[in-house]
């Protein structure tokens, strides 16, 4: 499907979503969020897809909100403004399919966001992360006070919050924020041989991990329950059948997702 401000393809179930503003450094105008939704709609229907990767065109992942799109906002126009956003946050999450970022540079503001609501993170050693809000008089959003605390703890997000100081890849896979650094510019080449490896996988079982683990923080009760119903309908799964003989006879299994 052809877009204006993004590129989606499929290739061997393996949805790729490319920002495709580079000139504005892939900033969000109010299009693009639209665009976004629409792919993430297109991957949620589709059952061949097993896997999303996304990442940004040219020297950026994402500068955030376009800032020259803000001016005399009111009050609803606001709230409206940023339910868009927090429903393209909700889309990634409540995907019942992995969602790997490729981190190709620059990721600031609500980019930072749409990076947290990836479950794998993939970062080129020349990514930037930055919350800009204080310096604009504005405060983080697009799901950031839940998001961020939970992959780098309440201390670390409030300093990051807090100063709006931009740290480098390392630093970011020292505080948890991304799962892991590539050298150059492979980070788009990694992130989909990692999606390679998923799409070969038991879909439904990363279907059932990625809606327990979204969950988080819960009780231990509360898993525990959750846990049980889950393994309840994977032991009856043909997947499981397939990879309880593959153990046995020693040989690799080959997943259905069903």
Same mark, same amino acid.
């Given at each position: +499907?052809?877009?204006?401000?993004?590129?989606?393809?499929?290739?061997?179930?393996?949805?790729?979503?490319?920002?495709?503003? !580079?000139?504005?450094?892939?900033?969000?105008?109010?299009?693009?969020?639209?665009?976004?939704?629409?792919?993430?709609?297109?991957?949620?229907?589709?059952?061949?897809?097993?896997?999303?990767?996304?990442?940004?065109?040219? @020297?950026?992942?994402?500068?955030? /909100?376009?800032?020259?799109?803000?001016?005399?906002?009111? !009050?609803?126009?606001?709230?409206?403004?940023?339910?868009?956003?927090?429903?393209?946050?909700?889309?990634?999450?409540?995907? %019942?399919? !992995?969602?790997?970022?490729?981190?190709?540079?620059?990721?600031?503001?609500? /980019?930072?966001?749409?990076?947290?609501?990836?479950?794998?993170?993939?970062?080129?050693?020349?990514?930037?992360?930055?919350? &800009?809000?204080?310096?604009?008089?504005?405060? &983080?959003?697009?799901?950031?006070?839940?998001?961020? !605390?939970?992959?780098?703890?309440?201390?670390?997000?409030?300093?990051?919050?807090?100063?709006?100081?931009?740290?480098?890849?390392?630093?970011?896979?020292?505080? /948890?924020?991304?799962?892991?650094?590539?050298?150059?510019? @492979?980070?788009?080449?990694?992130?989909?041989?990692?999606?390679?490896?998923?799409?070969?996988? &038991?879909?439904?079982?990363?279907? +059932?991990?990625?809606?327990?683990?979204?969950?988080?923080?819960?009780?231990?009760?509360?898993?525990?329950?959750?846990?049980?119903?889950?393994?309840?309908?994977?032991?009856?799964?043909?997947?499981?059948?397939?990879?309880?003989?593959?153990?046995?006879?020693?040989?690799?299994? %080959?997943?259905? /997702?069903?």
């Amino acid at each position: +499907m052809d877009f204006k401000y993004i590129l989606f393809e499929i290739e061997d179930h393996i949805a790729k979503v490319i920002l495709n503003i !580079p000139e504005k450094l892939n900033a969000l105008n109010l299009e693009v969020r639209l665009e976004l939704l629409e792919a993430f709609g297109l991957v949620r229907g589709d059952d061949s897809i097993k896997v999303v990767v996304i990442t940004g065109m040219g @020297k950026a992942f994402c500068a955030g /909100g376009d800032v020259s799109t803000m001016e005399g906002i009111t !009050p609803v126009a606001g709230r409206l403004r940023l339910k868009s956003g927090q429903r393209l946050v909700k889309a990634m999450v409540e995907l %019942e399919k !992995p969602i790997i970022g490729a981190i190709n540079g620059i990721t600031a503001g609500a /980019g930072v966001s749409i990076a947290l609501a990836c479950d794998i993170l993939i970062a080129s050693e020349e990514a930037r992360f930055v919350l &800009p809000f204080t310096k604009l008089g504005l405060v &983080p959003d697009w799901g950031q006070f839940y998001f961020l !605390p939970l992959r780098v703890g309440i201390a670390r997000a409030k300093e990051l919050m807090f100063t709006g100081d931009m740290i480098n890849a390392a630093e970011a896979e020292r505080m /948890g924020l991304v799962n892991r650094i590539v050298l150059g510019r @492979k980070v788009v080449e990694e992130a989909m041989a990692f999606a390679e490896r998923l799409a070969r996988g &038991p879909s439904q079982s990363y279907a +059932m991990i990625k809606a327990a683990l979204n969950r988080w923080p819960a009780s231990l009760e509360s898993f525990l329950e959750l846990e049980s119903t889950m393994q309840a309908v994977a032991f009856s799964s043909k997947d499981f059948d397939e990879g309880r003989k593959a153990f046995l006879e020693k040989r690799k299994p %080959e997943f259905t /997702g069903t």
